[in-house]
């Protein structure tokens, strides 16, 4: 058996100018923001004569820091009526593609507009959304498409910073002073970011499960293993100080690893 430490804590129509040039022309057309008829419509659908809003936040994978992200696009803008009180529908997919979600028609903000999600999304997920232009039942062009990830069922990560003994220090901070059973959700943070990191050669992270010893609620308390059988390595997580009346383990009882994904 492989033992090592982890040191502590880690728009529009035509401008409509069909002016008169004779007494029986007829009068100006009114504006719209879109042509009639099918060949109106752009390649994705869209009827609305305006430019698409740009994403701006959450972009490239970004991991939430709840269920219900604020999404932020820069607005559009109508291209032959200008000052179209415009306002903007937000959809979010999940990672399988389909839509779970689509706002109602946000009004403009000053140069940006901001929608919160309504509800939670489901966690641990990464999500794609996008956004458009609306003004009066039609629809301007649809924004490119950005991505984010949902909170992790461990909460806010520490993997970002992808040393092990920095995501111990970041989850350690996160709780502070721990009892027997906040250390087991420590633990469990640990394992998970370690495992975002993707640095195990073994099979993945958990939580060393025992019958013996220093049992902490069918843990040993203060043990994350990597991967399984006779290769199994295991570490100390040395939170003696922050937990009250800590034991050290002493001769654990190796049982399987529980992998945390």
């Known amino acids: 058996m492989k033992y090592q430490k982890l040191f502590a804590f880690a728009a529009a129509a035509s401008t409509a100018t069909a002016l008169a040039c004779s007494q029986g022309s007829p009068s100006p057309l009114a504006p719209s923001g879109a042509l009639p008829g099918s060949i109106a419509a752009g390649p994705d659908g869209a009827t609305l004569k305006a430019t698409a809003p740009a994403v701006v936040a959450p972009i490239g994978g970004t991991e939430s820091t709840d269920l219900s992200p604020e999404l932020v696009v820069t607005n559009a803008t109508s291209i032959y009526v200008p000052n179209l009180p415009l306002s903007y529908v937000f959809e979010v997919m999940n990672q399988a593609g389909t839509l779970v979600y689509r706002s109602t028609p946000i009004p403009a903000g000053a140069g940006r507009t901001t929608h919160e999600v309504l509800g939670d999304l489901s966690n641990d ?57 906040e250390a087991i959700d420590f633990l469990r943070e640990v394992a998970y970011d370690l495992n975002q990191t993707g640095i195990s050669d073994h099979g993945g992270f958990g939580l060393l499960l025992k019958n013996t010893g220093n049992n902490c609620l069918g843990y040993s308390c203060d043990i994350i293993c990597e991967g399984n059988g006779p290769d199994q390595n295991q570490y100390d997580v040395l939170i003696d100080d922050r937990v009250p009346n800590w034991a050290e383990v002493q001769n654990p009882t190796v049982r399987p690893c529980e992998i945390i994904r």
């Open 125 to 181: 997920q990464t999500h794609t959304w996008r956004a458009y232009a609306i003004y009066q039942g039609q629809r301007g062009p649809m924004s490119t498409v950005a991505s984010f990830k949902t909170l992790s069922r461990f909460g806010v990560s520490c993997a970002h910073l992808r040393d092990p003994l920095a995501i111990v220090i970041c989850r350690a901070n996160q709780h502070g002073e721990m009892d027997h059973e």
